[in-house]
C-alpha cells in the first residue's frame, strides 16, 4: 500500500490492485488532476471533503471510477454516478474491500444539526488495514493497522482524539484535517499524538507517496 496525502482531509491510497481517492475537498487542490481512479470515496457533505466546485470534473477525469458517498452527499453535490456507501455497508473493488463505520458527523455544537459521517476501513489481503474516520471519533473498528488521524477541528479537542487513538491502537498513522491549523499547533498535535499514544505518525505534508512500514 502507497499513501500520499493531498492537503487536509484527501488522500491518495494505492493498493496492488485498486487507486482510490478519499475526500477531495475546497481545502486543497492537489488532487485537481489525479486520474487513473478505480473510486473516489467521500465521509461526507461538508465542503472541506467534497468541493462541490471540482469534484465533477474529477469525475469527468475518472470516468471508469466508482463515486461512492455517504448517502446525504448525494443531495448536495451534482455527482451523477455517485452511489450512497451507508453505515455498515461495503464494496468491493478489486481486491480491495472498503467497509463504511460509525454513521454521524461529531458534534460542533448543541445548536447545529449533526449531518451522516461514514468512517472508511480499507482492507485487501496481503495489504495494511487503513483507517480514514473523516469527521467522527465515535467508530473504533478493529484490526487497524494504519490511521488518517483528524489533527484539529472545530468538533473535537485534543484530549479526545488521544483518547480515540488509544481505542483504535493502530501501530502507525499519518495526520489529516490539518488545514486549519498553523506550524505551530501543527507541530503540538503531532508531538502530543506520538508522545501519548501507541500510534507513531508519520508527516506526510511533502505529498510524496508513503509505504506504511
Not at 467521500?42 to 455517504?70: F, G, K, S, W, Y
Not at 454513521?103 to 461514514?118: E, F, K, M
Request: glycine share 8%; aromatic share 4%.
Amino acid at each position: 500500500m502507497q499513501i500520499t496525502h493531498l492537503g487536509h482531509s484527501a488522500v491518495l491510497v494505492e493498493t496492488a490492485d485498486a487507486r482510490v481517492l478519499i475526500d477531495p475537498g475546497n481545502f486543497s487542490d492537489a488532487w485537481h488532476g489525479v486520474t487513473d481512479l478505480d473510486a473516489v470515496l467521500v465521509t461526507h457533505q461538508h465542503a472541506d471533503h467534497v468541493d462541490p466546485a471540482h469534484v465533477p470534473a474529477l469525475a469527468v477525469l475518472n470516468p471508469q471510477a466508482r463515486i461512492l458517498v455517504e448517502p446525504a452527499v448525494m443531495q448536495v453535490v451534482p455527482l451523477d454516478r455517485a452511489q450512497a456507501l451507508a453505515p455498515d455497508g461495503s464494496v468491493t473493488i478489486g481486491g480491495l474491500t472498503i467497509a463504511a463505520v460509525g454513521g454521524l458527523h461529531a458534534v460542533i455544537h448543541r445548536d447545529i444539526p449533526r449531518i451522516g459521517n461514514v468512517g472508511l476501513v480499507l482492507s485487501a489481503e496481503g495489504e495494511p488495514t487503513l483507517f480514514h474516520p473523516g469527521d467522527s471519533l465515535e467508530a473504533v473498528p478493529s484490526g487497524v493497522d494504519v490511521i488518517a488521524v483528524p489533527l484539529h477541528g472545530p468538533w473535537a479537542a485534543m484530549k479526545e482524539h488521544i483518547d480515540f487513538l488509544r481505542a483504535v491502537a493502530a501501530p502507525t498513522g499519518f495526520p489529516i484535517h490539518d488545514g486549519l491549523v498553523n506550524e505551530r499547533g501543527w507541530q503540538l498535535a503531532f508531538t502530543r499524538y506520538n508522545d501519548m499514544t501507541p500510534t507513531k505518525l508519520a508527516d506526510l505534508r511533502n505529498r510524496q507517496p508513503w509505504t506504511p512500514a
